[in-house]
């Protein structure tokens, strides 16, 4: 799969670099210079945004609120000169998926670019593989390919981790899974904070998801009952 990533970096050279860098993974790269011009194709809804935060316009905070707003599960890296705890716990808190503090070699932005692509969706194969189109949690369906979990013919808007908690878990109904295994299947092993993460993230999916049979398994994880 030829993968669509925007990437929205206002130092020409830098944004140069990076998009020959994301190229040569035989991704197809479009960039921007504003944010104004980056808002403007966030309609056409790419596989991933790359965003860097301070911009001479529109910051990267804004724009992840309105790419956030017309596509929830919308996957988002930040890239940031400024106060890099700050801007993690921020860019997390709206809902990114990774961050990277400037400067950074353009190498790991790829490594992590193709990570997040392929927890998202799905490994490259060279061989097509069958795979299921969705499964059932009743009274949930989860459609893979379209990356939505429905009731009925209700669509219930998850953001991109939500929706990878609740994949995780009903691929392994009936496993327990500790807060640390979760963690690192859901932000990667990478990823630099406290587990405690995993409790809000499944705080968010019980207000959305009530009929979903998680259960609390205390000083340990969770578990997803079997129907």
């Known amino acids: 799969m030829s993968f669509r990533v925007n990437l929205v970096e206002d130092e020409s050279n830098l944004n140069q670099v990076l998009s020959t ?86 190498r790991e932005l790829v490594i992590r670019t193709r990570k997040l692509l392929e927890r998202i969706y799905g490994a490259p194969q060279t061989e097509p593989q069958p795979a299921a189109a969705s499964i059932a949690i009743p009274p949930y369906r989860i459609d893979i390919a379209k990356r939505l979990v429905y009731r009925e013919d209700d669509v219930i808007e998850l953001t991109s981790k939500e929706f990878d908690f609740v994949l995780f878990m009903a691929k392994h109904q009936g496993k327990a899974f500790a807060r640390e295994q ?8 990478d990823y630099f904070g406290t587990d405690r993460v995993v409790d809000d993230l499944v705080r968010r999916i019980r207000r959305k998801l009530a009929d979903l049979r998680l259960e609390t398994l205390y000083g340990y994880g969770y578990r997803l009952v079997q129907s």
């Open 182 to 189: 979760l963690l690192n299947h859901i932000w990667g092993e």
């Open 21 to 106: 860098y994301l190229h040569k993974e035989g991704w197809h790269v479009r960039s921007f210079l504003r944010g104004e011009e980056a808002r403007e194709a966030i309609p056409e809804r790419p596989h991933l945004w790359i965003l860097d935060i301070m911009l001479p316009d529109l910051d990267g905070f804004q724009l992840i609120r309105e790419i956030k707003a017309d596509s929830p599960g919308m996957p988002v890296i930040f890239i940031s000169a400024r106060d890099a705890d700050l801007d993690r716990v921020i860019g997390l808190e709206m809902g990114s998926d990774d961050y990277l503090a400037k400067p950074f070699l353009p």
